[in-house]
């Protein structure tokens, strides 16, 4: 076998060769041989251990076959050479493609503001409790209101559907029909289930006395001495998993945030076990009513069987991970405080530095280098002589929260005239105690619910 240096010259002129296919716009049938051979490759190469790094790109046929009915969702794109590629809203399928071209069988691995995955051989339900404790804490903090984080299991569902008398062949089509049952009626469900996909009317009915429950760790033990579930083998597997899930989330304090529902089903066929998503609740219309799921924001599930699909030998690396819904979620708090009237802050910036009255440029750059010096985020207008005015109004323009005014009453008194922007309260702060006083006015979080 060639060493590694000759191998990475080799990979590096395959590479220059595919990219002078595409740019010449050759034949597709022609640039996917010469992308083989390069991925032959890299295969050869394997993984360098200090120069990891996370390459998602993704040709179609890595997508298909993963989503089930949701690939609807997937969009396809050719580049200028003809290669087929597609996107996906997700990351998921990419991530799992990487790990088995680069052999990696353990890692953690955080996706800037989505994705959140737990690579490796583990005991059963640690990495699943983190996963969730993890998305409570981040919509937690986000404080976009009341929340629900709806769980299942994949093999509870299957052994759901095989003692109802669901044929194998149907398992994933009936599922995305019940994972329809939080936004319609079950009635309207059935009808999908016998009128469009041949379900028996009989078997429906079954289907519906289980998927209709939801509840606690109490409708995990129901279920365990449920007489025909508890005789599935992965029906079985499943509920004493999900028990045991919730003792850690018990001890995460967070089990009062999760809902043990036998509808949940996430219409993606790579889901092999525990299955989650997390939902907004609005207030229930009449008192006594139970709050209803104004749509989800968060979602995510265990898929052992993934990487399987791309490691050459079909070697198996469980996974499990979450994805937050950002876009939703910005959308939320925009509508949110647009009916509160307030602005989006642009800006990380604390204080704005500003001055009362001309000529006072010297001392702004002074106050906000003791500033800078002290770690607080500041600014100031570049301008010699701005007015008072269109400083504050670029405070409120940008959402700074803070603006520290010099004038020269202030210099002679020795302090400095500390304005809320909100509140447009103003107090006079003395200068050796203006930072600790920034600091004390905001460090309190900014509320949007």
Not at 92 to 102: D, S
Not at 125 to 140: G, H, N, Q, R
Not at 180 to 195: A, C, F, I, N, T
């Amino acid at each position: 076998m060639a060493d590694r240096a000759t191998l990475e010259d080799l990979v590096r002129l395959q590479g220059e060769r595919v990219r002078a296919l595409k740019q010449q716009k050759a034949s597709a049938e022609q640039i996917e041989e010469e992308v083989a051979k390069l991925l032959k490759l890299k295969a050869q190469l394997g993984p360098d251990e200090g120069k990891q790094k996370f390459v998602l790109k993704t040709p179609k046929e890595t997508l298909t076959g993963k989503y089930g009915e949701d690939s609807k969702l997937i969009y396809d794109l050719k580049d200028q050479g003809g290669e087929l590629l597609s996107l996906r809203y997700d990351l998921t399928v990419p991530f799992a493609r990487y790990l088995a071209m680069n052999k990696l069988t353990n890692i953690k691995r955080y996706h800037i503001a989505k994705d959140f995955d737990i690579a490796g051989q583990f005991d059963p339900m640690i990495p699943d409790a983190e996963c969730l404790k993890i998305m409570c804490e981040i919509l937690s903090s986000l404080q976009i209101g009341d929340f629900l984080v709806k769980v299942n299991d994949r093999r509870i569902l299957d052994g759901t559907f095989a003692i109802c008398g669901v044929p194998d062949s149907k398992f994933r089509t009936i599922c995305s029909s019940v994972d329809k049952l939080d936004k319609v009626s079950w009635e309207e469900v059935k009808s999908e289930m016998v009128g469009e996909k041949g379900l028996a009317p009989e078997v429906a009915d079954r289907i519906g006395d289980y998927v209709q429950q939801h509840g606690g760790v109490s409708l995990v033990e129901q279920l365990l001495q449920d007489p025909k579930l508890s005789q599935n083998k992965q029906a079985l597997e499943g509920l004493g998993d999900l028990k045991l899930l919730f003792e850690y989330l018990t001890l995460f304090g967070i089990a009062d945030k999760i809902s043990f529902d036998l509808s949940l089903a996430r219409g993606l066929d790579y889901y092999t076990g525990v299955i989650f998503e997390a939902v907004l609740l609005q207030p229930p219309a009449q008192a006594g009513e139970e709050p209803l799921g104004v749509g989800s924001v968060a979602a995510g599930g265990r898929y052992d069987g993934l990487v399987g699909m791309f490691d050459p030998k079909g070697r198996k690396v469980p996974c499990v991970g979450l994805s937050i819904g950002v876009e939703r979620i910005f959308s939320i708090v925009e509508q949110r405080l647009e009916v509160l009237e307030e602005k989006v802050r642009t800006t990380e910036t604390q204080v704005l530095v500003a001055s009362a009255q001309k000529k006072l440029l010297e001392e702004r750059l002074k106050l906000i280098s003791e500033l800078w010096d002290a770690g607080i985020k500041a600014e100031l207008l570049y301008k010699k002589n701005p007015k008072l005015l269109n400083q504050l109004q670029y405070c409120e323009e940008a959402g700074i929260p803070l603006v520290a005014i010099i004038g020269e009453q202030e210099l002679k008194d020795g302090v400095i005239k500390l304005r809320s922007v909100a509140s447009r309260e103003e107090v006079d702060v003395r200068r050796e105690d203006l930072v600790e006083e920034i600091r004390r006015k905001t460090s309190q979080p900014l509320c949007i619910c």
